[in-house]
């Protein structure tokens, strides 16, 4: 029977696994074990912003060079129905859990309990929407803002979200009613207004393909126009390519892709047509919706990160809309959500792939996985370093995978299995000398989740 120990990365030992501290927090008081779990948890790694986008790659870096990989929360609702006090504590939790980005709307439509106004009952704007901003409202809303950039997380800020088909969950039909050059001078506004946080990006759009293309264009020129240095994304309808639709936009920067249905292929095929600039999976179905368990979010994000993503943003209903009006049905509150399954399976995630040279990672496309073998619904994706020296794959349900290690050349390779629900490898690496051609076994047991999904790693050494 094989052992299994905690990720012997250098940053990690001694650590204790998220399940230890699942355990703790259902047998003590949320207070309490809140404070036991920001103080055992403080692992996201440090960046400097602003951020930039260079060309021919396909994730971020910061203001020294180093390689940001996107792990991030989607916080909709925090600027409009959260307390600052609120907002702290969900922003402490998230980045003492390894988050390292957030997203959210900067005005909200309709998810929050006082929408448009936010919990102190400041709207957004003193009469008609986009005309005169409430200093009342901005100023709140730059406070949660100022607590992101003390703790060092990317805000990913949305303007003006759209709303899907451009209906009453967004501000589409308020923006066609002002104009572009009324929607310019928001821009223009927001960016002045927060011109001293480098630690936003800017996103455009929102669950819409807009048939006036002018109105978003108008909001992001008047940002580019006061902080040409900011970068801005876009979030599309689903499953729209962002560069396709949006080709052209001299004020779009970073690429996403937004799908419910198979996240790898959806990534790989953005990966593969280009242009060659970063990209990241900006939303999967959400944690809590949808029949989404632990296992599924893991899958999402192994899959965006296997095809060439430079990282993914987690969802969690009720986190989304803190509790307040949501899409479906939520068991349990935003507090208790904090510490839910998939958002413990993406801080392992985190650790492993902080110890690894991520950047380096392309997907494999059939050179080192060649087959697998399981179940009926079994699923297996690989990435390689792209000089190899390690390679990841990320497997459900199989029983055995066939590799061709010719594909990774410098050196005999080991192999370790990882249980990425709890952070803990198997105690035996296994050699991987002889025929380049192996068949692998997976383990036949479920991992510590219950679930048969595990993390294959292949190096020259642990």
Not at 192 to 198: C, M, N
Not at 227 to 238: E, F, G, S, Y
Request: hydrophobic share 40%.
């Amino acid at each position: 029977m094989k052992r299994y120990l905690p990720y012997p990365g250098r940053r990690l030992q001694g650590i204790w696994t998220v399940y230890q501290a699942r355990r703790v927090f259902m047998q003590v008081s949320v207070g309490s074990c809140l404070l036991f779990f920001l103080t055992a948890f403080a692992l996201a790694q440090e960046f400097e912003f602003p951020l930039r986008a260079p060309e021919g790659t396909h994730h971020l870096e910061d203001s020294q060079g180093r390689p940001f990989l996107i792990s991030g929360d989607s916080a909709w609702s925090l600027i409009a129905d959260l307390s600052l006090s609120d907002a702290v504590l969900y922003l402490e939790t998230r980045k003492r859990q390894g988050f390292n980005t957030i997203l959210t709307s900067l005005i909200e439509h309709k998810f929050a309990r006082n929408a448009p106004a936010n919990s102190s009952g400041d709207a957004p704007f003193l009469g008609t929407a986009f005309e005169t901003p409430n200093e009342a409202y901005f100023e709140k809303a730059e406070a949660i803002i100022k607590a992101a950039s003390r703790r060092n997380l990317l805000v990913l800020l949305y303007p003006a979200y759209l709303g899907a088909g451009g209906g009453p969950e967004g501000w589409y039909q308020e923006m066609v009613s002002a104009g572009p050059e009324k929607l310019k001078d928001y821009g223009r506004y927001v960016a002045r207004r927060f011109a001293a946080y480098p630690n936003i990006i800017w996103v455009q759009g929102g669950d819409y393909d807009p048939p006036d293309k002018a109105l978003v264009t108008a909001v992001a020129e008047g940002i580019a126009e006061v902080t040409p240095d900011a970068l801005q994304t876009v979030h599309t309808n689903r499953d729209t390519v962002s560069s396709v639709y949006w080709q052209g936009a001299d004020w779009l920067d970073i690429d996403t892709v937004y799908t419910y249905g198979d996240v790898a292929e959806a990534v790989l095929a953005r990966y593969r047509s280009g242009p060659q600039r970063p990209f990241f999976l900006l939303e999967g179905k959400y944690e809590g919706e949808h029949g989404v368990n632990e296992r599924e979010v893991r899958l999402i994000a192994y899959s965006a990160l296997l095809s060439g993503a430079g990282g993914q943003m987690f969802g969690n209903n009720p986190i989304w809309h803190f509790s307040a009006p949501g899409l479906q049905p939520a068991s349990e509150t935003w507090e208790q959500a904090l510490f839910s399954r998939g958002a413990q399976s993406l801080m392992q995630l985190g650790k492993l792939f902080a110890e690894l040279d991520w950047w380096k990672l392309v997907p494999d496309q059939g050179l080192l996985l060649k087959a697998a073998e399981g179940g009926e619904h079994h699923r297996a994706l690989a990435a390689r370093d792209t000089d190899g020296s390690f390679a990841m794959i990320y497997v459900i349900d199989a029983d055995n995978i066939t590799i061709d290690l010719g594909s990774l050349p410098g050196g005999e390779k080991l192999l370790r299995w990882y249980d990425p629900s709890s952070g803990v490898f198997a105690e035996d690496a296994e050699p991987l000398g002889g025929d380049p051609v192996k068949k692998v076994a997976v383990p036949d047991a479920t991992n510590s989740s219950g679930f048969r999904d595990w993390v294959a790693i292949l190096s020259n050494n642990f």
